[in-house]
C-alpha cells in the first residue's frame, strides 16, 4: 500500500466550519458492501439500529490545551498530549529544537510554569507543571484555548461557541485535546429514540491526543501511532461481550470507540478491561475482532483514520462513498456529516 491510495481531491467548500444545528439534523450515509449508498439524517439512526444492538461512545472531555509559553525571549507554541504515569505531560511544542531538559517556561503573567524533562526531538517534549489536580484544570481554563483542527478557520482563535460546539454529550472525564467527533451529533433526542427503540449504549474513555492532527509523513508500513490512554471498566466489557454473544451488533461511536475497542479484544474477539495506552493503527488487511458497525464523520485524505474506514468497510466502498459525499455536498471534518458503516465481509 502506498499513502496515494488514500488520497483524493476535496474541495474547500466541504469542510465544515460550524456544526450543523441542531446537531441530529447533520446528514448521515449509510454504507454497506454490495449496497446502494443511502442519505438520511442524524435523528434517523435509531431507526438504523435493531433492539439489543450496543452503541458505545467516548466519554472524553476536551481540555484547553493549546498554550503559548516563553522560555527566555524565545516563544514556545505547546500543545498538551498526554499526562504521562508519573504527572509530567507529553506535549508537542513549536520552536522545539530551543528547549533542553531544565529549561522553564512561563505562560505570560500567570503564576504557573513548566520545567521540560526531556526534548524527544520531532516537535515533542515531555513537561512537568507546577501545579496539579483543580489548580492545573483552572490554570488551563485561564492560559489555554482550544485546540482546534487547522482546517476549522479561526483567525482571532477559538470562541465562546466552539466551547460549547466542541464538546459532547457523553463528555465525562478531562483529558483530550480533540473532540471524539462523531459523538458531536447526539441530542437528548437521539438518545431517547435510542432507548425506545431498546438500544442499548454505554461509554468508554480514550483522551483523543495531539499526534490525531498530524499526517502520515512516511510510508504507511513504518508510519508510527502516536500513543493515546484510554479505559474500558469491566462492566462494560461484559456489556459488550454479553451482546456479542447473544448475536447483537458492537456499534462504535468514532474511529477513538473502535480503535480502543480493538486495543482491548484478543484473538477470540472477546473485549476485556482496559486501562493504559494504546497505539494500534488500523489499516487493510486488518482483521476487526470486536466491532460490527462504525459511526464516523468523513476523514482527511492521506490519513490514518481514512485507512481505517477503508480496512472495516473495503477501500472501493470508501472511494465509492467519499466521491458521492463530495459531489452531492456532504461536510467534512470534525464539524461536518457521518456515515454509518458496515463491517465488510
Same mark, same amino acid.
Given at each position: 500500500m502506498q499513502i496515494s491510495d488514500f488520497d483524493f481531491d476535496l474541495p474547500r467548500e466541504n469542510i465544515a466550519l460550524e456544526p450543523a444545528r441542531p446537531r441530529d439534523s447533520a446528514r448521515l450515509l449509510r454504507v454497506a458492501a454490495g449496497q446502494p449508498l443511502a442519505e438520511t439524517r442524524i435523528s434517523d439512526l435509531p431507526s438504523l439500529l435493531e433492539p439489543g444492538d450496543l452503541l458505545i461512545a467516548n466519554d472524553t472531555a476536551v481540555i484547553r490545551a493549546q498554550l503559548a509559553a @516563553?522560555? %527566555?525571549?524565545?516563544?514556545?507554541?505547546?500543545?498538551? =498530549? &498526554?499526562?504521562?504515569?508519573?504527572?509530567?505531560?507529553?506535549?508537542?511544542?513549536?520552536?522545539?529544537?530551543?528547549?533542553?531538559?531544565?529549561?522553564?517556561?512561563?505562560?505570560?503573567?500567570?503564576?504557573?510554569?513548566?520545567?521540560?524533562?526531556?526534548?524527544?526531538?520531532?516537535?515533542?517534549?515531555?513537561?512537568?507543571?507546577?501545579?496539579?489536580?483543580?489548580?492545573?484544570?483552572?490554570?488551563?481554563? @485561564?492560559? %489555554?484555548?482550544?485546540?482546534?483542527?487547522?482546517?476549522? =478557520? &479561526?483567525?482571532?482563535?477559538?470562541?465562546?461557541q466552539d466551547d460549547s460546539d466542541y464538546a459532547t454529550i457523553f463528555e465525562r472525564y478531562k483529558g483530550a485535546v480533540a473532540a471524539p467527533t462523531a459523538g458531536l451529533h447526539f441530542t437528548p433526542e437521539v438518545l431517547a429514540a435510542l432507548d425506545a427503540r431498546g438500544v442499548k449504549r454505554h461509554t468508554l474513555t480514550l483522551h483523543v491526543g495531539a499526534g490525531t492532527f498530524l499526517p502520515v509523513r512516511d510510508e504507511i508500513a513504518t508510519h508510527k501511532m502516536h500513543a493515546e490512554w484510554g479505559r474500558i471498566d469491566a462492566q462494560t466489557a461484559q456489556l459488550i461481550n454479553d451482546t456479542r454473544a447473544s448475536g447483537r451488533r458492537i456499534v462504535a461511536v468514532g474511529t477513538t470507540s473502535l480503535r480502543l475497542l480493538e486495543s482491548a479484544a484478543d484473538e477470540q474477539g472477546i473485549v476485556h478491561p482496559w486501562e493504559g495506552e494504546t497505539s494500534i493503527f488500523i489499516k487493510p488487511g486488518y482483521r476487526f475482532r470486536a466491532v460490527d458497525r462504525l459511526m464516523t464523520n468523513f476523514h482527511l485524505p492521506r490519513s490514518t483514520l481514512f485507512m481505517l474506514v477503508c480496512a472495516l468497510a473495503g477501500t472501493e466502498t470508501m472511494r465509492e462513498a467519499y466521491r458521492h459525499a463530495i459531489a452531492n455536498g456532504f461536510r467534512f471534518y470534525s464539524y461536518g456529516d457521518a456515515c454509518l458503516l458496515d463491517r465488510a465481509p
Open positions: @516563553r522560555r %527566555g525571549e524565545a516563544k514556545i507554541g505547546i500543545t498538551l =498530549d &498526554r499526562i504521562l504515569s508519573d504527572g509530567s505531560w507529553h506535549a508537542l511544542a513549536k520552536n522545539a529544537r530551543k528547549l533542553k531538559p531544565g529549561d522553564t517556561l512561563h505562560f505570560g503573567t500567570d503564576s504557573v510554569t513548566a520545567e521540560v524533562v526531556e526534548n524527544e526531538g520531532d516537535g515533542a517534549i515531555s513537561m512537568r507543571f507546577s501545579a496539579e489536580g483543580e489548580a492545573f484544570d483552572d490554570f488551563l481554563k @485561564r492560559a %489555554g484555548v482550544l485546540a482546534l483542527p487547522p482546517y476549522i =478557520d &479561526r483567525p482571532t482563535g477559538p470562541t465562546a
